[in-house]
C-alpha cells in the first residue's frame, strides 16, 4: 500500500535527479522502509544506467508503544521476502 500510494515504482523511473528522498513520521515494524530498500535494489537491477543511483530515508519516530523484539520478530516473520532487510 505505501509502496503503490505514492507511486514509488514509477517515480523512481522518472525521477530526473541522483538522489530521492523519503521522509517518514512512525518507524512502526519498519515494514515501509524494507519494502522501499526491495523496491529501490530491484528498481537498480532493471535500470542501472538511471540517473536516480542514490535513495536516502529519514523516518522520524517517537513511539509510545514500541514493540517487543519478540513482538517485531514475529511480525518480520509474516514478510520471508523481506528477510534480508529484517535482519
Avoid at 1 to 25: C, D, W
Avoid at 59 to 83: G, M, N
Amino acid at each position: 500500500m505505501f509502496l503503490a500510494g505514492n507511486q514509488l515504482p514509477n517515480r523512481f523511473f522518472s525521477h530526473s535527479a541522483k538522489l530521492y528522498v523519503i521522509a517518514e513520521t512512525g518507524f512502526g515494524t519498519g515494514l515501509n522502509f524494507m519494502s522501499v530498500c526491495q523496491l529501490f535494489i530491484q528498481f537498480r537491477q532493471q535500470a542501472p544506467n538511471n540517473q536516480l543511483q542514490l535513495l536516502h530515508y529519514i523516518s522520524i519516530s517517537f513511539e509510545k508503544y514500541p514493540l517487543s523484539i519478540t513482538d517485531l520478530l514475529r511480525v518480520h516473520q509474516c514478510w520471508p521476502e523481506l528477510a534480508t532487510f529484517s535482519k
